[in-house]
């Protein structure tokens, strides 16, 4: 009679995995066995309807087929080859954009919740397009309801810090070159720099004075120098950037000198006037973020393919307005899950505390999303002090980061991890099961409007928007997920 | 009265390091109570209704360890407060002050990196069980589940499962099992040998194994089942796949069956199967009586003569039915450790089991027992007639440690159910093995000692104690020490809850012996 053999249980001697009270693995150590403990932590912040939920995504009849679901999406991500394609107006060239638009980080927000940082983009978005003479004015214009404000995610686009985008605004065109081109076309403003500049809610003369040089020679040399030179494979230039110690979010020195590099030549070629290409490769040079404003689109550009599996658990948009936390999944694009912003730790620039900061606010954890930023952080040992840590912690970070998602990058190779991939594609039930949230590089804006950046650091994502995602993401599989028992 | 809560955010800790905890701080000096739990919504209430209310506590998630100090002074409070991180220090695993490697956070990560595993031993808190039971089903592992409180809906469904994958799930609130000579949960440390046990009673298998082990036979493996797997809603399917496991295993010659009460249609169907594994089998319910078989099934009267049969079935030339030749633990002839006395009985178990084989054997000699369901305080008065109290029931261990590992409230019922007069004879078990007390016999001393001091003064007639001690040769606590260190305290030992129970008949007057 051959029965079962519960996986060859009675053969030979055993070994173990204990999960819980420790007497009973000492028990079975005392008797013989090999045993692995797990550090156990109740799964879903132990609430009872959420346990439910996710052990039903994990081990239910739907569970392998989100994890091949994932699987497609996460295949998806890593075959698309976003490339810089050109730059132009913000609208002509991005779906859905008008003159009485406004788009912003983050999930929706009306103006009477807006944080202090956002108002002042605001604000230096109606100066800049001159729709408003003075900040009173356009104080009044914003409140009166003559401005619509969109989040950039609903437009294809992305935008750090308080992302303004307006009307004239030139911007970064990205789109995915990959045979079947599921991510499309993606955009970004151009990145202004350091200090008192707009997406840290800075409004000053300086700061719209370098909002017309970008829009006036900046952008018309860099679309220029483009067309002369072709597309820019950003994932290609990443994955280089990767190994010379940027992570793409908050270190993205490495990837502005090479694609400084690779665009000089063309710039000069390009422009008649020496100066004026002079005053262009100076801008970029001066600027170690320039780059942020592309691997924010190539991200995105990314997982927009990556949505649209109807049963994938996959988060493919997490974003800040300075307010409200909000994330979206690929199986359900469209839908914010939102929690509070939160309260970034870090350093502080001299002068500044804790008590200036605003809470956590940018469409840059796009990058996170896409599995770079402080997913790669064992790639940038340069800036582990922001994140208040050392090497070690950074490649803890990454590896911790392993646990929570659905794979890894094989184009995103880490040499410092023997050049593994980063982790990819965050699985809302893994996060839930292991009690770890996503871990976000990220900016510091100054709460008040008009004074910039006061700091970096590190930032979790609030567990509200977990929470509220998965009992979503439960309701949606038990409506479209297959039912049978396999 | 001074109250502190203290809220730990993300400071998980398991029921066991809880307790102790809540055991250590109790004992600083002016500290009235300390409880230390885990932030769950049951334990919020319970805390708020015993006085500790606090907005604090309202904030506190399951994530989140709570602790709660009541003391005599403001001063007494503040040290208990302080003493916390030392506490929490000592409580936390040894390898975590700058040990070697990070443990992994999931089942999955555990096997990721050692895929030779191939059992998952789970001991978390009701609640979560069936979750981490189910991600062990997720990596093809069989599951030995520990907890209790699992819903009995969440049990079917995992078992359902289990049964589907070809997987086994040995729980919840499965006390023990032996794969292999490695033993889960509460257990003995018995010799290797022929026989393969299935049980859904965790003192049940001890006793089987132990007796198995002192007749010099060893045993193949023991799969337990947990307790509720023979009810009606589960089906007996884990005690199924048991069964058929061990009609494949080459080391098992003969195989015992061992529940508590199985649902007759369960039964009905088991009894079909176990006539077709193809190996001598030996079924004890305990607490039934046998029913006749006549297709090779045998259906024993006590766990004594179900290890007796095996025992003949097992060895070379033993046949099924060949009940002549049975002889051994349950036919020695039982002792009277003195005249009989005037008064009742009084069984305080630790083993569930245990208790009902003791109630069986005493109902078989005409000694009627009340168990009681309702927990019994030491000091107040005890309800009449002949008792058998199981102290680990659900009535004493919600929230409190088993009294395998923590003898307190057994002793003070010992103290004062001995010292009443009404009370003729105690009837105790004692059992040892992997995951019990590390010494329990002098406790038991020292409580029989002081209740006969008691009862002296009080003019009472001399106390019968009578413990049956459930270990092996092996076992960490020294199975004859215990025994010897009874014995020199006037307690009469046996080897078995029958058997205590036989000779704790002789100690009283009048009872009506039945024929067998």
Redesign the interface.
Not at chain 1, 309 to 333: C, H, I, K, Y
Not at chain 2, 215 to 229: Q, W
Not at chain 2, 298 to 324: C, M, N, Q
Not at chain 2, 363 to 386: I, M, Q
């Given at each position: 009679?051959?029965?079962?053999?519960?996986?060859?249980?009675?053969?030979?001697?055993?070994?173990?995995?204990?999960?819980?009270?420790?007497?009973?693995?000492?028990?079975?150590e005392?008797?013989?066995?090999?045993?692995?403990?797990?550090?156990?932590?109740?799964?879903a912040?132990?609430?009872?309807a959420r346990?439910r939920a996710?052990?039903e995504l994990?081990?239910g009849p739907a569970?392998r087929a989100i994890d091949a679901a994932n699987a497609r999406a996460l295949a998806r991500l890593v075959a698309s080859r976003p490339h810089l394609v050109g730059i132009g107006v913000a609208r002509d060239v991005i779906p859905g954009m008008a003159d009485d638009l406004f788009l912003h980080a983050g999930p929706p927000i009306s103006w009477d919740r807006m944080c202090g940082p956002l108002r002042g983009a605001v604000i230096g978005g109606l100066l800049h397009e001159g729709r408003a003479r003075d900040v009173a004015e356009a104080s009044r214009l914003a409140a009166s309801g003559a401005i619509r404000f969109e989040p950039c995610h609903h437009h294809d686009a992305v935008g750090p810090m308080a992302g303004l985008v307006t009307p004239s605004m030139p911007v970064f065109v990205v789109e995915d070159r990959a045979a079947e081109g599921a991510g499309g076309r993606t955009y970004c403003t151009l990145n202004e720099g350091l200090g008192k500049v707009l997406r840290y809610g800075a409004f000053s003369g300086e700061v719209l004075a370098r909002l017309r040089f970008m829009q006036t020679e900046l952008a018309p040399v860099l679309a220029a120098a483009l067309a002369l030179r072709g597309p820019v494979d950003l994932k290609h230039l990443m994955a280089q950037a990767l190994q010379m110690g940027d992570e793409g979010h908050n270190r993205n020195r490495a990837a502005t000198s090479l694609l400084f590099r690779d665009l000089a030549p063309a710039i000069v070629r390009a422009t008649e006037d020496r100066e004026r290409a002079a005053r262009v490769l100076e801008f970029v040079n001066g600027n170690d973020h320039f780059f942020l404003n592309l691997s924010m689109p190539m991200a995105k550009c990314m997982l927009k393919a990556a949505e649209g599996e109807p049963l994938s658990s996959l988060v493919t948009v997490m974003a800040r307005n300075g307010t409200d936390f909000g994330l979206q999944l690929g199986s359900m694009p469209g839908h914010w899950f939102k929690g509070p912003a939160q309260m970034v730790r870090g350093l502080y620039f001299p002068g500044y505390t804790e008590a200036d900061a605003n809470p956590d606010i940018g469409d840059s954890a796009i990058t996170e999303t896409a599995g770079i930023g402080g997913f790669a952080m064992a790639a940038a040992p340069a800036i582990v002090q922001f994140v208040g840590g050392t090497a070690a912690d950074a490649i803890e970070t990454t590896r911790e980061m392993g646990?929570i998602t659905a794979g890894a990058n094989p184009g995103f190779a880490i040499p410092q991890l023997g050049f593994t991939g980063t982790p990819t594609g965050i699985d809302v039930r893994l996060v839930e099961?292991?009690?770890?949230l996503p871990s976000i590089n990220t900016g510091i804006a100054h709460r008040e409007p008009g004074v910039g950046q006061v700091g970096a650091g590190l930032v979790h994502p609030p567990w509200e928007a977990f929470h509220a995602a998965l009992l979503a993401f439960s309701e949606h599989v038990r409506a479209v997920g297959p039912k049978d028992?396999? | 009265m001074n109250v502190l809560v203290l809220v730990r955010e993300g400071c998980?800790q398991?029921?066991?390091?809880l307790m102790q905890v809540s055991r250590e701080l109790s004992a600083l000096p002016g500290v009235v109570e300390a409880v230390a739990m885990?932030g769950?919504e049951t334990n919020r209430t319970l805390l708020a209704e015993a006085g500790f209310a606090d907005p604090a506590l309202d904030r506190a998630?399951?994530?989140d360890m709570v602790v709660a100090l009541r003391a005599g002074t403001a001063h007494a409070l503040e040290e208990a407060q302080g003493a916390l991180a030392r506490v929490l220090a000592g409580a936390a695993?040894a390898e975590k002050a700058g040990g070697p490697a990070?443990?992994?956070?999931?089942?999955a990560?555990?096997?990721a990196?050692?895929p030779?595993?191939?059992?998952?031993?789970?001991?978390?808190?009701g609640?979560?069980a069936?979750?981490?039971a189910?991600?062990?089903?997720?990596e093809?592992?069989?599951v030995?589940l520990?907890?209790d409180n699992v819903p009995l809906a969440d049990e079917v469904a995992l078992k359902e499962?289990a049964v589907?994958l070809?997987?086994?799930v040995m729980g919840p609130d499965c006390g023990t099992a032996?794969?292999?000579?490695?033993?889960?949960?509460?257990?003995n440390?018995v010799d290797r040998g022929p026989v393969g046990i299935v049980g859904a009673s965790g003192t049940g298998i001890q006793e089987l194994s132990c007796t198995l082990d002192r007749a010099g036979v060893g045993i193949?493996?023991a799969i337990g089942t947990g307790s509720r797997d023979l009810s009606e809603a589960v089906g007996g399917s884990m005690t199924e796949?048991g069964l058929?496991?061990?009609?494949?295993?080459p080391?098992t010659r003969c195989i015992v069956l061992v529940a508590k009460h199985p649902d007759a249609g369960v039964a009905r169907r088991l009894h079909g199967v176990l006539a077709k594994l193809?190996k001598p089998v030996v079924v004890r319910y305990l607490g039934e009586v046998p029913h006749p078989s006549d297709d090779g099934v045998f259906y024993a009267r006590s766990l004594d003569e179900a290890a007796t049969a095996a025992s003949v079935f097992a060895s070379e030339g033993g046949e099924i039915g060949d009940t002549r030749s049975l002889s051994g633990t349950a036919f020695r002839p039982i002792p009277r450790p003195g005249p009989p006395g005037e008064g009742r009985l009084v069984g305080l178990f630790g083993g569930g089991s245990l208790a009902a084989e003791a109630a069986f054997v005493l109902a078989a000699h005409g000694v009627a027992t009340v168990v009681s369901e309702e927990r019994l305080t030491a000091g107040a008065s005890l309800p009449s007639g002949n008792l058998i109290v199981d102290t680990g029931g659900d009535a004493y261990t919600v929230g409190r440690p088993h009294p395998m590992?923590d003898q307190t409230v057994r002793c003070g019922l010992i103290r004062s159910a001995g010292a009443d007069p009404s009370v003729r004879g105690l009837l105790l078990d004692l059992v040892l093995g992997?995951?019990a007390h590390l010494d329990p016999a002098p406790e038991i001393v020292r409580a029989v000692a002081d209740a006969r001091a008691a009862r002296t003064t009080r003019g009472g007639s001399p106390l019968a104690v009578v413990v049956s001690v459930c270990g092996s040769r092996r076992d960490?606590q020294g199975t004859e020490r215990q025994e010897r260190l009874l014995r020199g305290a006037d307690i009469h030992v046996e080897s078995t809850a029958a058997r205590a129970a036989r000779v704790a008949v002789r100690t009283i007057c009048c009872p009506v012996e039945v024929s067998r």
């Amino acid at each position: 009679m051959t029965g079962p053999s519960a996986g060859g249980l009675l053969e030979g001697s055993l070994e173990i995995v204990h999960v819980g009270i420790e007497a009973v693995a000492l028990a079975a150590e005392a008797t013989g066995a090999h045993v692995t403990r797990v550090d156990f932590r109740p799964p879903a912040g132990g609430d009872p309807a959420r346990i439910r939920a996710l052990s039903e995504l994990l081990s239910g009849p739907a569970a392998r087929a989100i994890d091949a679901a994932n699987a497609r999406a996460l295949a998806r991500l890593v075959a698309s080859r976003p490339h810089l394609v050109g730059i132009g107006v913000a609208r002509d060239v991005i779906p859905g954009m008008a003159d009485d638009l406004f788009l912003h980080a983050g999930p929706p927000i009306s103006w009477d919740r807006m944080c202090g940082p956002l108002r002042g983009a605001v604000i230096g978005g109606l100066l800049h397009e001159g729709r408003a003479r003075d900040v009173a004015e356009a104080s009044r214009l914003a409140a009166s309801g003559a401005i619509r404000f969109e989040p950039c995610h609903h437009h294809d686009a992305v935008g750090p810090m308080a992302g303004l985008v307006t009307p004239s605004m030139p911007v970064f065109v990205v789109e995915d070159r990959a045979a079947e081109g599921a991510g499309g076309r993606t955009y970004c403003t151009l990145n202004e720099g350091l200090g008192k500049v707009l997406r840290y809610g800075a409004f000053s003369g300086e700061v719209l004075a370098r909002l017309r040089f970008m829009q006036t020679e900046l952008a018309p040399v860099l679309a220029a120098a483009l067309a002369l030179r072709g597309p820019v494979d950003l994932k290609h230039l990443m994955a280089q950037a990767l190994q010379m110690g940027d992570e793409g979010h908050n270190r993205n020195r490495a990837a502005t000198s090479l694609l400084f590099r690779d665009l000089a030549p063309a710039i000069v070629r390009a422009t008649e006037d020496r100066e004026r290409a002079a005053r262009v490769l100076e801008f970029v040079n001066g600027n170690d973020h320039f780059f942020l404003n592309l691997s924010m689109p190539m991200a995105k550009c990314m997982l927009k393919a990556a949505e649209g599996e109807p049963l994938s658990s996959l988060v493919t948009v997490m974003a800040r307005n300075g307010t409200d936390f909000g994330l979206q999944l690929g199986s359900m694009p469209g839908h914010w899950f939102k929690g509070p912003a939160q309260m970034v730790r870090g350093l502080y620039f001299p002068g500044y505390t804790e008590a200036d900061a605003n809470p956590d606010i940018g469409d840059s954890a796009i990058t996170e999303t896409a599995g770079i930023g402080g997913f790669a952080m064992a790639a940038a040992p340069a800036i582990v002090q922001f994140v208040g840590g050392t090497a070690a912690d950074a490649i803890e970070t990454t590896r911790e980061m392993g646990q929570i998602t659905a794979g890894a990058n094989p184009g995103f190779a880490i040499p410092q991890l023997g050049f593994t991939g980063t982790p990819t594609g965050i699985d809302v039930r893994l996060v839930e099961e292991r009690g770890v949230l996503p871990s976000i590089n990220t900016g510091i804006a100054h709460r008040e409007p008009g004074v910039g950046q006061v700091g970096a650091g590190l930032v979790h994502p609030p567990w509200e928007a977990f929470h509220a995602a998965l009992l979503a993401f439960s309701e949606h599989v038990r409506a479209v997920g297959p039912k049978d028992r396999g | 009265m001074n109250v502190l809560v203290l809220v730990r955010e993300g400071c998980y800790q398991d029921s066991a390091r809880l307790m102790q905890v809540s055991r250590e701080l109790s004992a600083l000096p002016g500290v009235v109570e300390a409880v230390a739990m885990m932030g769950t919504e049951t334990n919020r209430t319970l805390l708020a209704e015993a006085g500790f209310a606090d907005p604090a506590l309202d904030r506190a998630t399951p994530l989140d360890m709570v602790v709660a100090l009541r003391a005599g002074t403001a001063h007494a409070l503040e040290e208990a407060q302080g003493a916390l991180a030392r506490v929490l220090a000592g409580a936390a695993p040894a390898e975590k002050a700058g040990g070697p490697a990070r443990r992994p956070g999931t089942v999955a990560e555990a096997l990721a990196a050692h895929p030779a595993a191939r059992l998952v031993s789970v001991a978390v808190p009701g609640p979560y069980a069936s979750f981490v039971a189910n991600r062990a089903l997720d990596e093809g592992r069989s599951v030995f589940l520990f907890s209790d409180n699992v819903p009995l809906a969440d049990e079917v469904a995992l078992k359902e499962r289990a049964v589907r994958l070809g997987l086994l799930v040995m729980g919840p609130d499965c006390g023990t099992a032996i794969i292999a000579g490695t033993g889960l949960g509460f257990a003995n440390r018995v010799d290797r040998g022929p026989v393969g046990i299935v049980g859904a009673s965790g003192t049940g298998i001890q006793e089987l194994s132990c007796t198995l082990d002192r007749a010099g036979v060893g045993i193949s493996h023991a799969i337990g089942t947990g307790s509720r797997d023979l009810s009606e809603a589960v089906g007996g399917s884990m005690t199924e796949m048991g069964l058929s496991l061990l009609a494949s295993d080459p080391d098992t010659r003969c195989i015992v069956l061992v529940a508590k009460h199985p649902d007759a249609g369960v039964a009905r169907r088991l009894h079909g199967v176990l006539a077709k594994l193809g190996k001598p089998v030996v079924v004890r319910y305990l607490g039934e009586v046998p029913h006749p078989s006549d297709d090779g099934v045998f259906y024993a009267r006590s766990l004594d003569e179900a290890a007796t049969a095996a025992s003949v079935f097992a060895s070379e030339g033993g046949e099924i039915g060949d009940t002549r030749s049975l002889s051994g633990t349950a036919f020695r002839p039982i002792p009277r450790p003195g005249p009989p006395g005037e008064g009742r009985l009084v069984g305080l178990f630790g083993g569930g089991s245990l208790a009902a084989e003791a109630a069986f054997v005493l109902a078989a000699h005409g000694v009627a027992t009340v168990v009681s369901e309702e927990r019994l305080t030491a000091g107040a008065s005890l309800p009449s007639g002949n008792l058998i109290v199981d102290t680990g029931g659900d009535a004493y261990t919600v929230g409190r440690p088993h009294p395998m590992v923590d003898q307190t409230v057994r002793c003070g019922l010992i103290r004062s159910a001995g010292a009443d007069p009404s009370v003729r004879g105690l009837l105790l078990d004692l059992v040892l093995g992997d995951g019990a007390h590390l010494d329990p016999a002098p406790e038991i001393v020292r409580a029989v000692a002081d209740a006969r001091a008691a009862r002296t003064t009080r003019g009472g007639s001399p106390l019968a104690v009578v413990v049956s001690v459930c270990g092996s040769r092996r076992d960490p606590q020294g199975t004859e020490r215990q025994e010897r260190l009874l014995r020199g305290a006037d307690i009469h030992v046996e080897s078995t809850a029958a058997r205590a129970a036989r000779v704790a008949v002789r100690t009283i007057c009048c009872p009506v012996e039945v024929s067998r």
